[in-house]
């Protein structure tokens, strides 16, 4: 009875926790969304070749690679100010950001032209550079939008956009591959999932703002933009290299091993990665928005949170990164057909590493919280060294290609694990410091 009893007040503690619910909210909007994309993926499998995947993987990585910095990092700003003009004029700022980033980007496709491709070690991309510029834009616009929604806790309209975003992308993959569309039906697919929801957020936002709209000015936006100054010249450069360290990795084994194998990757990865846009970019969104508040008021509470966060992710991530390392292979050839085999092959080798990513991810925001860019910069710079030493090394001395995945996969996951410890000795110091102010 006892027993029961202390059951029964864990289930209310975690029910009248509004981290818990926010979390469950974006975890059952994703899990929905990702649902769809996962079941869709053995008739998509059978529509495209590995060598399709291969181009997509190359399309998505830079696209992810540039996006990134699309507002130049000041979205990650909006839910920190106070007082809401404040947060208006970092989002108006944000928006003019984008549409100067995605012009700057199209002026470069434009002269690059089918260069570009080559360098990319993907010349069948030439054609579709286009869909380039317009990816940096509606990514962009859908970053900065979701950043403001977090700021007001909407995590139901942001899960409703997750599954909006899945059901485009694959009704058009899917879609357009029946009618032997070729490559280009993944890359549109990738481009409607990204824009989707952007709409119903840009309501939303716009709901709220227009009651602000009257106290914002141009020096209000300079003002704000000096103020978050660190965003962009910290966090700007920390997050196009992290970026780059995450999808770099399809670029270079494209170059080093042919779009085959390139394809066989960005199948594995993305099945892998499943959990972690599914639960850990759910907490993450969840984090940022109460330890942000936290940060302000109590620094031992921040602390606390981040460990238990820390636990609960290591007990959902271990078990299914265990399963994937033993049956993956066979996963991979009986879902999606036996010439996805070795995919499931590169999944094995790449597990811990995900793993790790699944864990320490969600709580890595708490360097921008605590404005500590700098640690994170300086870490993204060394995993972006390993990615780019693990890969373009193997390559260069003759490795297979399982070879250089394992590689790439231990350097990672060392990398994770030290990206955990750099957080959590900085938490322990401001928790010192606001002792020694008491």
Known sequence: MEYVASWRGLVERLRSSRFVRGVMVLAGGTALGQAISLAASPVITRLYAPEAFGLLSVYASLL??????????????????EDEVTATELLFLSLALVVVVS?????????????????????????YLWLLPVGVFVTGLNQVLTYWTIRHRDYGRLARRTVTRSVGAVAVQTGLGWFGAGPVGLLL????????????????????????????TVEGIRRAARAYIRFPM?????????SAGVFLPPILITAGYGLQVSGFFALAHRILDAPVRWIGLSVANVYLAEAAALARTDSARLRRMFQQ?????????????????????????????????????????????????????????????????????????????????????AAHMGWSPRTAILG?????????????????RTLLRLESTAVERV
């Open 64 to 81: 992810s690679i540039v996006s990134i910095v699309a507002a130049m990092r000041y979205e990650y700003a909006i839910p920190l100010p």
């Open 103 to 127: 012009s700057f980007v199209a002026v470069g496709v434009w002269w690059l032209g089918d260069r570009l491709s080559v360098w990319l070690g993907a010349p069948g991309l030439a054609p």
């Open 189 to 216: 697919g990738e481009l409607v999932g990204r824009a989707g929801g952007s709409t119903n957020l840009g309501v939303a936002a716009w709901q709220r703002v227009r009651h602000q709209i009257g106290q914002v």
């Open 234 to 242: 910290l966090s700007s450069g920390s997050s196009l290299l992290n």
């Open 309 to 393: 966060t820390t636990v609960r992710l290591l007990l959902v991530g271990g078990m299914p990164a265990a399963v994937v390392g033993v049956m993956s292979p066979w996963i991979f050839a009986t879902v999606f057909g036996e010439e996805w085999r070795e995919a499931g092959v590169y999944a094995q080798l790449l597990a811990p590493y995900v793993a790790a990513r699944f864990v320490v991810l969600p709580i890595s925001q708490t360097l921008n919280i605590l404005n500590r860019q700098d640690v994170q910069l300086v870490w993204d710079a060394t995993r972006l060294g390993v990615v780019a030493a693990a890969l373009l090394g």
């Open 408 to 424: 790439f996969g231990l350097g990672m996951f060392v990398c994770y694990l030290t990206l955990y410890v750099l957080v959590a």
